[in-house]
């Protein structure tokens, strides 16, 4: 799923190409995508693309006020949903096409591989029906300690998922959270209320640290193109999707836990003190035999 560096990818080419200029047609070519019926699509077409933000993963086009106040369009890729920029009305895929949005210099084709169509799209009037897609979470990036503080224990959760709950932090998700907390040296499975105040300014600091990078990492190799390589796996990453990889800090056998059809991935050496998290699938297979120390790994 595109997380908050990859939104802000997004935006920043988008911004380049649309801002000030009215979106001429919005094409659906898929049911399953508009979660709203009113208003209607046409009302969004001949309007003025007045701003472009981000409301934790999800991309708000701000369209020119209406005399009942602005219209919104909120899209949210969801796990598989992508964006790119094409000629001025390049057809949908037929595949995988969802949606174009047509401008002058140009036209922005959604598209989401695979066959659980889960990406939405919703057209909304004014900024208290926008409201009602915020979660609630602060932003990662610009919270001071204090706040984040306030976020990070405001329930006794594991750090994964204190990271990931888009009520209390927005933007962040499976592959940043295990890049987070593998620079933090912190467990995934360490609940938010143990941690100490050393151990919550280190994560506050590798949370910023990490984000901020991979912001400045994805806009640079974007330059003046659109985003066309939006992933959950990259090669530069130090944890996430990286199981049965060397650690690049200590060379340690990076390992995973996997749940339903997601996996934390961390170092046992710098994360959690040299011991192997249970797995749930392996560890319930191999029961007195799983390893639960690096040497036994190794052996």
Excluded at 252 to 273: F, L, M, V
Aim: charged fraction near 30%; include cysteine.
């Amino acid at each position: 799923m595109p997380e908050l560096p990859d939104i802000e990818d997004y935006l920043h080419a988008l911004r380049v190409r649309v801002q000030h200029e009215p979106l001429k047609r919005l094409r659906l070519t898929s049911f399953s995508l508009l979660r709203t019926v009113d208003p209607p699509v046409s009302a969004v077409e001949g309007r003025v693309v007045t701003g472009l933000r981000r409301l934790g993963k999800r991309i708000v086009f701000e369209l020119g006020d209406a005399p009942d106040g602005p219209l919104f369009v909120v899209l949210h890729l969801m796990i598989a949903g992508r964006l790119h920029w094409r000629e001025a009305g390049a057809p949908v895929p037929r595949r995988y096409g969802l949606a174009a949005f047509d401008f002058e210099s140009g036209t922005l084709v959604l598209t989401e591989a695979g066959t659980k169509k889960r990406a939405s799209l919703h057209l909304e009037r004014g900024e208290e029906a926008l409201a009602a897609h915020d979660r609630g979470g602060i932003d990662p990036l610009t919270a001071d300690l204090a706040a984040f503080t306030a976020a990070v224990t405001a329930e006794n959760r594991t750090l994964k998922r204190a990271l990931t709950d888009q009520r209390h932090l927005s933007g962040i998700g499976n592959a940043f959270s295990d890049e987070i907390l593998h620079a933090a040296g912190l467990s995934p499975v360490k609940r938010s209320k143990q941690l100490d105040a050393e151990e919550v300014e280190r994560l506050h600091r590798a949370t910023q640290q990490v984000l901020a990078d991979w912001v400045h990492r994805l806009r640079e190799a974007t330059g003046d193109g659109f985003p066309d390589q939006v992933t959950a796996f990259r090669d530069e990453f130090a944890a996430h999707g990286r199981y049965g990889e060397p650690c690049p800090v200590c060379g340690t056998t990076i390992q995973r836990i996997r749940y339903a059809s997601n996996e934390t991935n961390y170092c046992p050496r710098c994360q959690t003190g040299g011991r192997v998290l249970a797995d749930r699938s392996l560890s319930r297979l191999l029961r007195d035999d799983w390893p639960t120390t690096i040497e036994e790994l190794e052996e």
